[in-house]
């Protein structure tokens, strides 16, 4: 992949110069809160999404000084993806004195997964679960060809209390950052020797991600959440906000999935491990030798990850609980 396969405006000002109309955004689904605007060019309708470390807690958290979006975008990797996505990115902006990146993307909301706890269609789920497995098996055996952009180290110090700390250091005492040290708190009183797992990895991620490291690697979004993800009429899956990619196992991204959609799930986690298994072999990847122990690693990970939400439904943190003991008796 080739630096600059797309070319990047110099402020949002040139991205959006043609623009005949401009609104802010009301999203109530993302995280991390960052300015958007609804965009009308040449008659057609776009949104615009401002990233930036001064704007946004989760590339203060993640360490995205660069913007990894932005490299995505420019080394081509969003053009490689599999023709069964869309990321709906058409124009980028970086303006470095600000650190500031603004995406101009085409207008999917109405191809987006619905907002709600209620699960989603059978069909839809499983067309997700085969089409990450279609992303992981096209970027295979190219992990030390691609850049690694979120380290995953960074993935499980990002979402725990020390965040808290900086951003309320920061003045940021709301949102996510705001939640955090009552949610691990609550895990702690929940779930207490499941908690000390996750707060010791969370404290040094390494005897971890040297596990994971010993696993096959792809490239990953990971961030497959259903804010992030809709279906086209043809069937292509939409897979937006690209704010944590990079080269790691692919059951990262599985994991993330299975913990942060739990509600939504129309079938068992286990069946959904076993469905995302199938369609990596369907799409030509021998999972025999590697994929209990990858899974197993990217479920402790993501437990780490998002273990501090799971404190309200004993039966959903039992499961998690189950499998983080066994597998931490594992790690060095």
């Not at 999404?49 to 989760?58: E, H, T, V």
């Not at 490299?71 to 081509?76: D, H, S, T």
């Not at 850049?147 to 003045?171: D, F, K, Q």
């Not at 986690?269 to 072999?281: P, T």
């Amino acid at each position: 992949m080739r630096e600059r396969a797309r070319p990047v405006a110099a402020s949002a000002e040139e991205l959006l110069r043609s623009a005949t109309s401009r609104e802010p955004l009301t999203h109530t689904d993302g995280k991390s809160a960052v300015p958007m605007e609804r965009v009308v060019i040449d008659g057609s309708t776009y949104v615009t999404k401002a990233i930036s470390p001064q704007l946004d807690w989760i590339s203060r958290a993640t360490g995205d000084y660069g913007c990894r979006v932005l490299a995505c975008w420019q080394l081509g990797i969003l053009d490689a993806l599999p023709a069964c996505f869309d990321h709906a990115v058409v124009a980028v902006a970086h303006e470095p004195a600000s650190l500031t990146t603004t995406l101009l993307m085409r207008d999917v909301g109405e191809h987006l997964v619905p907002e709600g706890d209620d699960p989603v269609p059978l069909e839809t789920h499983r067309g997700f679960l085969d089409h990450m497995a279609q992303l992981h098996a096209s970027f295979w055996g190219q992990a030390d060809a691609l850049p690694v952009l979120t380290p995953m180290t960074t993935r499980y110090t990002a979402l725990t209390p020390l965040t808290s700390e900086v951003e309320a250091a920061l003045g940021n005492r709301g949102g996510v950052p705001g939640l955090l040290p009552e949610c691990w708190a609550a895990l702690d009183a929940a779930a207490p020797e499941a908690a000390r797992v996750a707060r010791a990895v969370a404290a040094d991620p390494w005897p971890l991600v040297t596990a994971l490291d010993a696993t096959p690697q792809t490239f990953v979004h990971a961030d497959w959440k259903m804010g992030n993800l809709g279906r086209h009429p043809d069937g292509r899956t939409i897979l937006l906000d690209w704010q944590w990619p990079g080269v790691a196992p692919g059951c990262v991204d599985l994991a993330w999935y299975l913990a942060i959609n739990a509600a939504r799930l129309p079938e068992s986690k286990e069946a959904a491990i076993d469905g995302y298994r199938d369609a990596l072999e369907r799409h030509g990847i021998v999972t025999a030798d590697w994929f209990d122990r990858q899974m197993s690693l990217a479920l402790l990970g993501a437990f780490v990850q998002l273990g501090w939400n799971k404190t309200t439904d004993d039966q959903e943190l039992g499961w998690w609980t189950d499998r983080v003991l066994a597998t931490a008796r594992t790690l060095d």
